[in-house]
């Protein structure tokens, strides 16, 4: 199923004006930065408690939260590569719009689909039988579909707040360092 799903993947790729390291100090310094009990309602759509660093690889596990449930759902794979010299990075990543309760859910429709559709024509058959059973196939695998395509939209956008905030960070810290 994931062989299947996998087209629904994302690639993208950044150029980053700061070396391999600093880029994994940064999110390590953002990581490390004590939060109080009300930081969940700030305004900022990125949590960088959800950012795994790996041996050059960033990974965003994004899932929608209690204040915030239109998030998105999916994954996010940042791999860091050198740039063309010492002070650039080029991030090159994947962005994968489903996790495991997706899958789960897919299974569980599918399942139910196909123990319905006997169980439907044992009791009854006629016309009325056959479109409610061609109305449960359609409607059920094309809401699972547009979920998907709904997650990568979403998943698109918060890529785009994690870079932005990234960019802000750095530039607070350059700003505060100069001061």
């Given at each position: 199923?994931?062989?299947?799903?996998?087209?629904?993947?994302?690639?993208?790729s950044?150029?980053v004006?700061?070396?391999?390291n600093?880029?994994?100090?940064?999110i390590?310094?953002?990581?490390?930065?004590?939060?109080?009990?009300?930081?969940?309602?700030?305004?900022?759509?990125?949590?960088?408690d959800?950012?795994?660093?790996?041996?050059?690889?960033?990974?965003?596990?994004?899932?929608?939260?209690?204040?915030?449930?239109?998030?998105?759902?999916?994954?996010?794979?940042?791999?860091?590569?050198?740039?063309?010299?010492?002070?650039?990075?080029r991030?090159?990543?994947?962005?994968?719009p489903?996790?495991?309760?997706y899958?789960?859910?897919?299974?569980?429709?599918?399942?139910?689909?196909?123990?319905w559709?006997?169980?439907?024509?044992?009791?009854?058959?006629?016309?009325?039988?056959?479109?409610?059973?061609?109305?449960?196939?359609?409607?059920?695998?094309?809401?699972?579909?547009?979920?998907i395509?709904?997650?990568?939209?979403?998943?698109?956008?918060?890529?785009?707040?994690?870079?932005?905030?990234?960019?802000?960070?750095?530039i607070?810290?350059?700003?505060?360092?100069?001061?």
């Amino acid at each position: 199923m994931k062989k299947i799903l996998k087209r629904y993947n994302e690639p993208f790729s950044a150029e980053v004006n700061q070396s391999r390291n600093k880029i994994i100090e940064v999110i390590a310094h953002e990581k490390g930065k004590k939060r109080d009990c009300f930081s969940f309602l700030s305004s900022s759509p990125v949590y960088f408690d959800e950012v795994t660093v790996s041996d050059g690889m960033i990974k965003i596990n994004v899932k929608p939260k209690m204040l915030n449930p239109y998030r998105g759902m999916g994954e996010i794979h940042m791999n860091l590569k050198s740039g063309e010299t010492n002070s650039e990075a080029r991030m090159e990543g994947v962005i994968i719009p489903y996790n495991s309760q997706y899958l789960t859910a897919l299974y569980m429709v599918i399942g139910f689909l196909v123990l319905w559709t006997p169980l439907v024509f044992a009791m009854t058959s006629g016309m009325y039988t056959f479109i409610m059973l061609v109305f449960g196939w359609t409607i059920l695998p094309l809401v699972l579909y547009l979920i998907i395509l709904w997650n990568r939209s979403r998943l698109r956008e918060y890529r785009d707040f994690f870079l932005a905030t990234y960019w802000q960070t750095t530039i607070n810290r350059k700003v505060s360092a100069n001061l």
